[in-house]
């Protein structure tokens, strides 16, 4: 499974664009690349997931470079409620390999 | 609909005990899954049962746990003889038949296990 490295926190303000980038190198011909969103006391929920090029949802946008060794998930506009813990995951089918994520934090 | 089910919410126990942690998927979901998350950590993939195929158990940390799922529905993930170590939230997912490559995964509210 390809692994990834995204950074360990980032801080923003209400109303910002917040961009998390993730690199993963190692990525297979097959993989997707998907992000999850954790609240605490949550589980994870799933926000986009995609392969080349762009996604966009009416929560996030993932940028996929043509090489895909890394993605950026967008997030416009953040509020405070978009205060958790974001994770990136490279595979196809089967269980993933959740890192510790990116802690976001959004202050007014 | 309803999503996916763990119960106990929260479970206290002491060293040396055994415990058994329920997990009821999504209805007609094929595939299961068990993560642990440890205090301010990622989440740690366990195992991995998909249909009638033998499960994946490659995340498992040592002998003292096991799961089963039973009926291709509900699973048990058991931890015999507890440790200290095995303080944890233990969270259960799982997701269905999509055109896709990869499959969503519903994660349920865990079960936060305490060892004394």
Known sequence: LAKTTQPISMDSYEGQEVNITCSHNNIATNDYITWYQQFPSQGPRFIIQGYKTKVTNEVASLFIPADRKSSTLSLPRVSLSDTAVYYCLVGAGTALIFGKGTTLSVSS | GAGVSQSPSNKVTEKGKDVELRCDPISGH???????????????????????????????????????????????????????????????????????????????????????
Do not use: H, M
């Open chain 2, 30 to 116: 094929t595939a299961l899954y068990w993560y642990r998350q440890s205090l301010g950590q990622g989440l740690e993939f366990l195992i991995y049962f998909q249909g009638n195929s033998a499960p994946d158990k490659s995340g498992l940390p040592s002998d003292r746990f096991s799961a089963e799922r039973t009926g291709g529905s509900v699973s048990t993930l058991t931890i015999q003889r507890t440790q200290q170590e095995d303080s944890a939230v233990y969270l259960c997912a799982s997701s269905g038949r999509r055109k896709s490559a990869y499959n969503e995964q519903f994660f349920g509210p865990g079960t936060r296990l305490t060892v004394l």
